[in-house]
């Protein structure tokens, strides 16, 4: 079928050739999270401009779904509000619950744009892990530099000395 081989040379390009790929600094939170039904990992930064995803860094191995899906998230969520990102996470974890349905592909197609590719993969549960793997890290390490960020607007945790003085 052509747009399923359509959909393999996308992902296929994303493996060959990822986007964004590498650590970078600075970061407010990095994550690692593994598949291990399929042996992939992924360690994954955020870093925030305010409650903008100012930038996604990775490095991972594992399968071609599991690379070529952050790679494909990198484009779609550098740039965006948190929230907004999320949420295309959440149409992602749609399309990877529709076994295979071409509407629901269709219907998202201009949110997902490459990762839409993926639709396919939604029909072989034990693939669909590979492929949300990222998302979830993505999820994860949101949640952690929003917190770290939060924290940081806050009088501090940590006791401040003493002021006694005279310790010698
Ligand atoms: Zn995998």
Request: glycine share 8%.
């Amino acid at each position: 079928m052509q747009l399923e081989s359509m959909y393999q040379e996308i992902i296929l390009d994303h493996y060959k050739n990822p986007h964004g790929r590498g650590l970078r600094d600075p970061f407010d939170a990095e994550v690692h999270h593994v598949n291990p039904t399929c042996g992939d990992e992924v360690t994954l930064r955020v870093k925030l401009d305010g409650d903008t995803l100012a930038d996604v860094s990775y490095e991972g191995m594992g399968c071609s779904i599991s690379q070529a899906s952050v790679s494909a998230m990198h484009d779609l969520v550098v740039g965006k509000p948190v929230t907004e990102a999320l949420e295309t996470g959440e149409h992602f974890m749609t399309l990877m619950q529709a076994k295979g349905d071409p509407s629901v592909a269709e219907k998202l197609e201009d949110e997902l744009e490459d990762a839409v590719a993926f639709a396919g993969v939604s029909k072989y549960p034990a693939r669909i892990k590979c492929a949300l793997m990222s998302w979830m890290a993505l999820k994860d390490a949101s949640a952690r530099a929003l917190s770290v960020a939060d924290s940081a607007g806050a009088p501090a945790t940590h006791p401040t000395a003493p002021t006694t003085g005279g310790q010698s």
